[in-house]
């Protein structure tokens, strides 16, 4: 098999909101615009206060994860009902934020984002004990006097890129299966719908180990460092073009991801909109 070719440096991309920036090295920082486009310039961008502090929440997390106690079976779901009752009890301050952020109404908001949740909650909940369960395998005569099963392990500290379109649903939905799994997990929320942001992060640690699922905010400088750190898996939800700049990050420290690329962001202009 023929090794692939990096690529080289070529034309600015486009900065999709919610997705994270260019790698550091590449050439690239945002421009001021509203659309927060990507210019290319001679040397790269680096930010040491950025760098040094997603060292740390990287670190504090991957120390927490190697102490174990993310692993035992009542802690996850002793986590995910906390979660539940976050969801629960600031479903006002979700909604209001989500208001803020992108003017959706209530009943819109609340279906998407807060059923969808919810109902993930419920029913992981509900079948976590039988989705971590040991599964027995048949037997053959090598391993007949042996105890044969599948056990399932936790994959280490994931980070979870979420979106600007969903920022609410689309970082708790991840977040919910990593917990599940006993990982520890960096939270990484769209810095576009700031309000969403903002609340994410105020409020996870109140209800969530700190150490565990700590919140990172900011833009292209905290993403950029963030990319650089190791994870042990990494989910993203956003672009083409940037699924290729996380997969590239991932792959040099052999790191599997999942992303969930491209959609459509449709927009409905009537006779009462000022242009």
């Known amino acids: 098999m023929m090794p692939s070719k990096s690529p080289g440096p070529g034309p ?16 690239l920082v945002p421009a001021c615009s509203r659309h927060r486009r990507l210019v290319e310039r001679e040397a790269p961008l680096k930010c040491p206060a950025a760098m040094e502090k997603m060292q740390q929440v990287v670190s504090r997390a991957r120390a927490a994860f190697r102490s174990g106690r993310s ?11 906390a979660l539940q009752r976050m969801v629960q009890e600031k479903e006002k301050e979700i909604l209001a934020a989500l208001k803020a952020d992108l003017n959706k109404c209530g009943y819109n908001a609340y279906s998407h984002e807060i059923l969808g949740v919810l109902g993930e909650l419920a029913l992981t909940i ?8 040991p599964q027995p395998v048949k037997k053959n005569l090598l391993t007949m006097r042996d105890e044969a099963y599948i056990g399932y392990e936790p994959l280490g500290v994931v980070l979870v890129i979420g979106a600007w379109n969903y920022p609410f ?4 939905q991840p977040l919910i ?18 309000n969403t942001a903002r609340l994410v992060a105020e409020l996870l640690p109140q209800y969530l180990d700190k150490e565990l699922y700590p919140v990172v905010t900011g833009g292209v400088p905290e993403t950029t460092e963030l990319l650089t750190q190791r994870f042990d898996h990494i989910l993203y939800t956003g672009n083409t073009a940037v699924g290729k700049i996380v997969m590239a990050a991932a792959a ?3 790191t599997p991801v999942t992303l969930e690329l491209g959609g459509k962001s449709p927009c409905y202009i009537d006779k009462d909109c000022d242009l």
Request: net charge negative.
């Open 12 to 27: 600015a991309l486009p900065w999709e909101e919610g997705s994270p920036p260019a790698m550091a090295g590449e050439g």
């Open 71 to 81: 692993r035992p079976l009542e802690f996850r779901i002793q986590q995910l009902k």
């Open 126 to 133: 509900e079948k976590l004990p039988s989705w971590a369960a």
């Open 169 to 172: 649903v689309l970082v708790m």
């Open 177 to 194: 299966g990593a917990i599940a799994a006993g990982n520890a997990v960096v939270v990484k929320p769209s810095e576009v719908s700031e």
């Open 252 to 254: 040099k420290h052999l």
